[in-house]
């Protein structure tokens, strides 16, 4: 009777402290809208809006994960990289491209979700006459540390 007891305070003392947390976490929620964020230009045809990440505007700052709007211009595409530890995912909002692991190529296009595990090379690019816009989310969130520029592979485009 006793240890039931003892069983029922203590998770009775858990529960709280999960009610607490959450109260607290609920107090910290941020609502983000891309409208309101300056893009970062990544390189010539490519750039970026960080909604949530180790950039992102304050009270969105994450290191757990990142979710970053891309647009890239017709015929442009994301530097050859692949990340050491990270897992990155695109969500294509509009347009159609390509996604490139190493040499084989993806066609993708609106409402397509693409997972590219750590340590795959990988590049994305929009197709010629249209703009690709993108949602790329990292875990844990992207870091210049994790982020490794490699040549484009043999048999991709540069």
């Given amino acids: 009777m006793k240890r039931t007891i003892a069983s029922c305070l203590g998770l009775s003392a858990a529960l709280v402290a999960i009610a607490v947390g959450s109260a607290n976490a609920a107090e910290r929620v941020a609502v983000i809208s891309p409208a309101q964020l300056p893009f970062v230009q990544v390189s010539e045809g490519v750039?970026?809006?960080e909604l949530t990440g180790r950039a992102a505007p304050e009270g969105a700052r994450s290191t757990l994960?990142?979710?970053?709007?891309?647009e890239l211009d017709p015929g442009h595409a994301s530097a050859w990289s692949h990340n050491k530890a990270g897992e990155e995912s695109f969500f294509v909002l509009e347009g159609h491209g390509e996604?490139?692991?190493g040499s084989i190529a993806h066609a993708v296009g609106p409402g397509d979700y693409i997972l590219?595990?750590?340590?795959?090379?990988?590049?994305?690019?929009?197709?010629?006459?249209?703009?690709l816009k993108f949602y790329a989310m990292t875990t844990p969130a992207w870091s210049k540390d994790d982020d490794v520029l490699v040549p484009a592979p043999s048999g991709a485009p540069k």
Avoid: H, M, N, Y
């Fill in 116 to 131: 590219i595990p750590p340590a795959v090379v990988r590049s994305i690019r929009a197709s010629k006459g249209e703009v």
């Fill in 99 to 101: 996604v490139w692991t």
């Fill in 65 to 70: 994960g990142s979710v970053a709007l891309f």
């Fill in 47 to 49: 750039r970026l809006k």
